[in-house]
């Protein structure tokens, strides 16, 4: 089974601080996304990878920015935390090898900002 | 752009009752579509998917059919559960590697 983690499941930091995230695949997929889960909006995509370096900007990459530095580690890193970025963050993965590139979700880890 | 769009919450039911719960999508193309499922406290989980045109995608009793010409991907379950209880999320892929999500169901069901 394909499994995503997520370094935290909840954290609690000030604002204006520098925020890190963490994501691991373990099925060496290529692609790995960064979401961001608030009530009634759905999931946003924040930032997506499809290769070690590589970056692409989502639909809400403003106040976020990521570092893949390995294929199977994507962080997420909010330079400078404000209350507005409390949330719910998900990371996923998918093989784009396959046809219909389903993507496997970590548990989320919900951040409060304060 | 892509957009999903889907009923929203929260739905509360009786175990054993019928549940329907619509999606709507635009999307350049044909997109390949899904249900994913997020129970409390955890991450988003695959329910089902269809890929094309009149597929059916089927998982746990939950099923849907994948209708171009009203481009819907509406999810049923013919008899709920207690542990049926989750936020329900319908989501589109069209060309490239995105998913595009609609906001999400609140689904409750009450014993």
């Known amino acids: 089974d394909v499994k995503v983690t997520q370094s935290s499941r909840y954290l609690v930091k000030r604002t204006g601080e520098k925020v890190f995230l963490e994501c691991v695949q373990d099925?060496?997929?290529?692609?790995m996304f960064w979401y961001r889960q608030d009530p009634g909006l759905g999931l946003r995509l924040i930032y997506f990878?499809?290769?070690?370096?590589?970056?692409e900007k989502g639909d809400i990459p403003e106040g976020y920015s990521v570092s893949r530095e390995k294929k199977e580690r994507f962080s997420l890193i909010l330079e400078s935390a404000s209350t507005n970025q409390t949330s719910m963050y998900l990371c996923?993965?998918?093989?784009?090898?396959?046809?219909?590139?389903?993507?496997?979700f970590g548990p989320g880890t919900r951040l409060t900002v304060t | 752009g892509d957009s999903v769009t889907q009923m929203e919450g929260p739905v509360t039911l009786s175990e054993e009752a019928f549940l329907t719960i619509n999606c709507t999508y635009t999307?350049?193309?044909?997109?390949?579509l899904f249900w994913y499922v997020q129970y409390p406290g955890e991450g988003l989980q695959l329910l089902l998917k269809?890929?094309?045109?009149?597929d059916k995608g089927s998982n746990k009793g939950f099923e849907a059919t994948y209708r171009k010409e009203t481009t819907s991907f509406h999810l049923e379950k013919g008899s709920v559960q207690v542990s049926d209880s989750a936020v329900y999320f319908c989501?589109?892929?069209?060309?490239?590697?995105?998913?595009?999500f609609g906001g999400g169901t609140r689904v409750l069901v009450k014993p």
């Open positions: 996923a993965s998918s093989d784009p090898g396959t046809e219909v590139r389903e993507q496997y």
């Open positions: 099925m060496d997929h290529e692609n």
């Open positions: 990878s499809y290769d070690v370096k590589m970056k």
């Open positions: 999307a350049t193309g044909y997109p390949s």
């Open positions: 269809a890929t094309k045109a009149d």
């Open positions: 989501a589109a892929k069209a060309a490239g590697n995105k998913l595009t």
